[in-house]
Nanobody, 134 residues
Framework: QVQPVESGGGLVQAGGSLRLSCAASGHAFKTYAMGWFRQAPGQEREFVER?????????????AISDSVKGRFTISRDSANNMMYLQMNSLKPEDTAVYYC??????????????????????WGQGTQVTVSS
């Protein structure tokens, strides 16, 4: 198991920035695809799907990012230190959510493939809350 751990969430005003971090086992950075998802708060008894934000292929070469955050969020990784990051700029109230990092592996797909649905990922962190005030 990878057992990822997220950090870096918090409360920020609209237009501000945050950087989320995800720490995981070293072996995951060699053969696992990895990415970020978010789950916004729902109304009582309302199920809100976990939304794809950004991800790397297992090779670490290819990335994908959601249209809803393109131009504002950047995904990056430091394989030497077993860390993945999500830099979030120009935050909006609709970015408010619990953010999760997730891993899929090992080497389940072509080196170019970037998984984009929650069902493709096997290991999840506990999440970190991001709240953007207007």
């Amino acid at each position: 198991q990878v057992q990822p751990v997220e950090s870096g969430g918090g409360l920020v005003q609209a237009g501000g920035s945050l950087r989320l971090s995800c720490a995981a086992s070293g072996h995951a950075f060699k053969t696992y695809a990895m990415g970020w998802f978010r789950q916004a708060p729902g109304q009582e008894r309302e199920f809100v799907e976990r939304e794809f934000v950004a991800a790397f292929s297992w090779s670490g070469v290819h990335t994908a990012i959601s249209d809803s955050v393109k131009g504002r969020f950047t995904i990056s990784r430091d394989s030497a230190n077993n860390m993945m990051y999500l830099q979030m700029n120009s935050l909006k109230p609709e970015d408010t959510a619990v953010y999760y990092c997730a891993f899929r592996g090992p080497s389940k797909d072509g080196s170019w493939y970037v998984p984009r649905t929650r069902y493709e990922y096997d290991d999840w962190g506990q999440g970190t809350q991001v709240t953007v005030s207007s």
